[in-house]
């Protein structure tokens, strides 16, 4: 069956711009998460889902990053007033429930901030 | 605070050189530890989850094991199409559900 999908694949920006990332996760699939990753290292938690709502919002860095799962399914990143920080690869991974089970992940969408 | 240590953090092996890649954690109560393989590009692709200590699995020419400290990903006899980047997460039971990652060991295999 299809995989978790992530669109764009790569995003270049100007500093101070809004953005939009979207995740469409494996159907069936309760549980999604978002991670970013950054040249060299690990994917680090952002945020996680279960159904609508934000479950676990800890590893969002700052009030500029929001995500929403409105109708439990696809999942929207958003980052308001983009820095060259921000960029980095965003990764969207999915579980069938949550819990100790296999995040499956996305091929992630390259952001790039000028 | 959980911490996820990989090393190292690049190997070269000549094909058929089986090796070791190292993935220390600590971890107050673990739920589950997971080897994920990615490829430049690409998004990390699951290979095994370990819950306790003692457990081992096996695919094809890997084989994870785990102890209260530390997990194996054995390679052996690897290939060319072995190289990629190999992480190590942990998932601990009071951090919620999300997975704490190494930096992960880049893998070269050379013909």
């Known amino acids: 069956g299809a995989g978790v999908s992530q669109t764009p694949s790569n995003k270049v920006t100007e500093k101070g711009k809004y953005v939009e990332l979207r995740c469409d996760p494996i159907?069936?699939?309760?549980?999604l998460y978002w991670y970013r990753q950054s040249l060299g290292q690990g994917p680090e938690f952002l945020i996680y889902?279960?159904?609508?709502?934000?479950?676990?919002d800890s590893g969002l860095p700052n009030d500029r990053f929001f995500a929403v799962r409105p109708e439990g399914s696809v999942s929207t990143l958003k980052i308001q007033r983009t820095e060259r920080g921000d960029s980095a690869v965003y990764l969207c991974a999915s579980s069938f429930q949550g819990g100790a089970e296999t995040q499956y992940f996305g091929p992630g969408t390259r952001l790039l901030v000028l | 605070e959980d911490q996820v240590t990989q090393s190292p953090e690049a190997l070269r092996l000549q094909e058929g050189e089986s090796s070791s890649l190292n993935c220390s954690y600590t971890v107050s109560g673990l739920r589950g530890l997971f080897w994920y393989r990615q490829d430049p590009g690409k998004g990390p692709e699951f290979l095994f989850t370990?819950?306790?200590a003692g457990e081992e699995k096996e695919k094809e020419r890997l084989k994870a094991t785990l102890t209260k400290k530390e997990s194996f990903l054995h390679i052996t006899a690897p290939k060319p199409e072995d190289s990629a980047t190999y992480l190590c997460a942990v998932q601990a039971q009071n951090s919620g559900y999300a997975l704490n990652f190494g930096k992960g060991t880049s893998l070269l295999v050379t013909p």
């Open positions: 159907s069936g699939h309760t549980a």
């Open positions: 889902f279960q159904g609508t709502g934000a479950a676990d």
């Open positions: 370990l819950y306790s």
